[in-house]
């Protein structure tokens, strides 16, 4: 995963820039894309898609939408279980920290 000077992976840009092909592309075609690297901002790609201003309101619900963030999510799904911490404001202890381990496919 080649990096800008802000940390930020191709997945990262696509993300924030909510690149929905893009991110599809990314994330099917290259087995090496890390869904779990955190920038230097400490933001995970997902992360930025769901920050992003290139997102309207009404975009949120659009299939697209739905089907980036549900492969970031089952492309980490320790992803879930922080975002569950976080909501439920749970200890650090209670809760999974990035392994920074990379994306698997099927039975690998």
Not at 31 to 46: F, Y
Not at 67 to 73: A, H, M, P
């Amino acid at each position: 995963d080649a990096v800008d000077h802000e940390g930020n992976t191709a997945l990262h840009l696509a993300c924030r820039s909510a690149k929905y092909k893009t991110i599809a592309l990314l994330l099917e075609a290259y087995d090496a894309v890390s869904v779990s690297k955190q920038n230097a901002l400490g933001k995970l790609p997902i992360d930025l898609l769901w920050e992003s201003n290139a997102v309207e309101v009404e975009d949120r619900e659009s299939v697209e939408y739905t089907e980036s963030v549900f492969r970031l999510l089952t492309a980490y799904p320790e992803t879930v279980m922080n975002i569950i911490c976080i909501q439920k404001q749970s200890a650090p202890a209670n809760c999974p920290s990035p392994s920074g381990k990379k994306r698997k496919f099927g039975n690998e």
